[in-house]
T-cell receptor, first 112, second 112 residues
């Protein structure tokens, strides 16, 4: 009965590869998010998405793309992975753009 | 956009003491502030929020104080317990936005 789940929890891959991280929420929320947390714990918004609009942080490289097959899922696809992409990625959701967000457990991505 | 920052990267306290975590923000137009707690290996978890028309809000063992004059807010934890050990983030959205900007986080270490 996990509220926000992500898979995989750990992802180790080589530079240049393409990978996806999946996120699912069973809270009935209509807004989902992706965050990147660096080694210093700095948490930065990457995307915000609901069924009406996608908001992209302009600093996010276009190698990153969110894909939402339905309201309960927001997957993160990353092309041509780089060393600097190594971080922990968190998915979150909220009800109708509420600032009270529910976070998933995170996916630790390591690019070698 | 909004800029938020915590005053100290690390705060060490003894079990049973009260803890105070401070945060400063830059945008005087911010009207909503949130505190999150992130335990090791987990995603951030919503603790408490406060709107700009309030100076104080209390939860269970936690109190948030907002001083709009100096653009400062604090999170007070009463009778700190080992389970309170975590990284604490303050966050605030830019006015009219629903996407919070997170501060860099304060690591609270509770010594038994």
């Amino acid at each position: 009965d996990t509220a926000v789940s992500q898979t995989p929890k750990y992802l180790v891959t080589q530079m240049g590869n393409d990978k996806s991280i999946k996120c699912e929420q069973n809270l009935g929320h209509d807004t989902m998010y992706w965050y990147k947390q660096d080694s210093k714990k700095f948490l930065k918004i990457m995307f915000s998405y609901n069924n009406k609009e996608l908001i992209i942080n302009e600093t996010v490289p276009n190698r990153f793309s969110p894909k939402s097959p339905d309201k309960a899922h927001l997957n993160l696809h990353i092309n041509s992975l780089e060393l600097g992409d190594s971080a922990v990625y968190f998915c979150a959701s909220s009800r109708d753009r509420s600032l009270e967000q529910y976070f998933g457990p995170g996916t630790r991505l390591t690019v070698t | 956009g909004e800029s938020v920052g915590l005053h100290l990267p690390t705060l060490s306290v003894q079990e049973g003491d009260n803890s105070i975590i401070n945060c400063a923000y830059s945008n005087s137009a911010s009207d909503y502030f949130i505190w999150y707690k992130q335990e090791s290996g987990k995603g951030p978890q919503f603790i408490i929020d406060i709107r700009s028309n309030m100076d104080k809000r209390q939860g269970q063992r936690v109190t948030v104080l907002l001083n709009k004059t100096v653009k400062h807010l604090s999170l007070q934890i009463a009778a700190t317990q080992p389970g309170d050990s975590a990284v604490y983030f303050c966050a605030a959205p830019a006015r009219g936005s629903y996407i919070p900007t997170f501060g860099r986080g304060t690591s609270l270490i509770v010594h038994p």
